[in-house]
């Protein structure tokens, strides 16, 4: 069973920036692949970005391409999100999954975490 706690989430103005953290508690996470998702009350959850468990695959959704990094620290079980340039529809709250596969993780992780609230102010 693998456990997710993400971090970081906050409040900021537009044009700034927050780095959200999500910690994994498995051993073997470090192979796993990684996502970050976002939800609005009222919307579906939405597919933000995903990282291979190499680290060397990435992809991210087309409103945050540009601006948003997804990275991965393999040695401290970490993954991690840097929001740059953030705007008000960036407000959600921001969860990160896992699973064998970046395809997986997309389409159907089986591991989630509890969320972390991000709000950006006009």
């Known amino acids: 069973q693998v456990q997710l706690v993400e971090s970081g989430g906050g409040w900021a103005q537009a044009g700034g920036s927050l780095r959200l953290s999500c910690s994994a508690s498995?051993?073997?996470?470090?192979?796993?692949?990684m996502g970050w998702f976002r939800q609005v009350p009222g919307k579906e959850r939405e597919f933000v970005a995903s990282?291979?468990?190499?680290?060397?695959?990435?992809y991210y959704a087309d409103s945050v391409q540009g601006r948003f990094t997804i990275s991965r620290d393999s040695a401290k079980n970490t993954v991690y999100l840097q929001m740059n340039s953030l705007k008000p529809e960036d407000t959600a709250v921001y969860y990160c999954?896992?699973?064998?596969?970046?395809?997986?993780?997309?389409?159907?992780?089986?591991?989630w975490g509890q969320g972390t609230q991000v709000t950006v102010s006009s």
């Open positions: 990282i291979s468990g190499s680290g060397g695959t990435t």
């Open positions: 999954a896992t699973g064998d596969t970046i395809v997986r993780v997309r389409t159907s992780a089986p591991y």
């Open positions: 498995a051993r073997m996470w470090s192979y796993y692949a």
